[in-house]
T-cell receptor, first 115, second 113 residues
Framework: GAGVSQSPSNKVTEKGKDVELRCDPI?????LYWYRQSLGQGLEFLIY????????KSGLPSDRFSAERTGGSVSTLTIQRTQQEDSAVYLC?????????????FGEGSRLTVL | AQSVAQPEDQVNVAEGNPLTVKCTYS??????LFWYVQYPNRGLQFLLK??????LVKGSYGFEAEFNKSQTSFHLKKPSALVSDSALYFC???????????FGAGTRLTVKP
């Protein structure tokens, strides 16, 4: 596609339920990032995938959070047993792998509300 | 790991006046520095970046930023602010040794008519 696509754009769930958020990066971009933006907060780094290398999971806040990337393209961020503090906008971004000078291209985000 | 600080949560300026949004960074080596803008209910958009060369970089919408190595700063500037510049601005830094990009907390710019 022309840009980074995220779905769903909005998700309301009940506390304790699992949710999956999807990111489809720009074609040809092999680096993919997930960030979390809470209300009034900056961007919190969660995880990034770089080609076929092991992902950097250092930003995941707890073991309830996981992410995978299939076929080097689409990524899914999964939050198990959601808590109210998980409510935030989850942003996905992609860039050309190895092009450290390149900017990130962001999707519109998935707004998660945990009741 | 690299980090970024944006010391001001909020910046208010009058339309037509110059604006500055501050950013300082910390990396182990030479940095790649970026500014992004986020309009309401939208994702982040790239504004400009410093990679190497001239310390003053120019970007979209008349914005510019000055890299100052001694002060480890990369402040965003515009000579004459517009009401439409009102948005949330993020500074980001990438270490030259890896692909990880870290963002500041953001600064909300409000330009009043």
């Amino acid at each position: 596609g022309a840009g980074v696509s995220q779905s769903p754009s909005n998700k309301v769930t009940e506390k304790g339920k699992d949710v999956e958020l999807r990111c489809d990066p720009i074609s040809g971009h092999t680096a993919l990032y997930w960030y979390r933006q809470s209300l009034g907060q900056g961007l919190e780094f969660l995880i990034y995938f770089q080609g076929n290398s092991a992902p950097d999971k250092s930003g995941l806040p707890s073991d309830r959070f996981s992410a995978e990337r299939t076929g080097g393209s689409v990524s899914t961020l999964t939050i198990q047993r959601t808590q109210q503090e998980d409510s935030a906008v989850y942003l996905c971004a992609s860039s050309l792998w190895g092009q450290y000078t390149g900017e990130l291209f962001f999707g519109e985000g998935s707004r998660l509300t945990v009741l | 790991a690299q980090s970024v600080a944006q010391p001001e949560d909020q910046v208010n300026v009058a339309e037509g006046n110059p604006l500055t949004v501050k950013c300082t960074y910390s990396v182990s080596g030479n940095p790649y520095l970026f500014w992004y803008v986020q309009y309401p209910n939208r994702g982040l958009q790239f504004l400009l970046k410093y990679i190497t060369g001239d310390n003053l970089v120019k970007g979209s919408y008349g914005f510019e930023a000055e890299f100052n190595k001694s002060q480890t700063s990369f402040h965003l500037k515009k000579p004459s602010a517009l009401v439409s510049d009102s948005a949330l601005y993020f500074c980001a830094v990438r270490d030259r040794n890896n692909n990880d990009m870290r963002f500041g907390a953001g600064t909300r710019l409000t330009v009043k008519p």
